[in-house]
Nanobody, 125 residues
């Protein structure tokens, strides 16, 4: 069974940076697009970024565009989320997910079939 394990979350001051990692078990990592979502306190889960199987194509939510970068290393079965210029409103639990459906932009949660347990990111203002 495929498992996704996120790490790298923590407490950071506004304006700081963090890099999240998501390690995926199994041998088929490069066959799937991957995505990052987040859920802030009292909010619904929202899309952050997605990356294609090869890593050659990425797509971001407007709220993080220019500040966050999604990348992947298929040799290490890992997808990353580099987060710069963090703001208090970026505070959330961040989840990585494996993309199953490719009929849309990759911004909808229903396009993903396997999720990690999440890692907490807290940005102090």
């Amino acid at each position: 069974q495929v498992q996704l394990v996120e790490s790298g979350g923590g407490l950071v001051q506004a304006g700081g940076s963090l890099r999240l990692s998501c390690v995926v078990s199994g041998r088929t990592f490069s066959s799937y697009g991957m995505g990052w979502f987040r859920q802030g306190p009292g909010k619904e889960r929202e899309f952050v970024a997605t990356i294609s199987r090869s890593g050659g194509s990425t797509y971001y939510a407007d709220s993080v565009k220019g500040r966050f970068t999604i990348s992947r290393d298929n040799a290490k079965n890992t997808v990353y989320l580099q987060m710069n210029s963090l703001k208090a409103e970026d505070t959330a639990v961040y989840y990585c997910a494996r993309r199953m459906l490719y009929s849309s932009s990759g911004s909808r949660a229903v396009e993903y079939d396997v999720w990690g347990q999440g890692t907490q990111v807290t940005v102090s203002s």
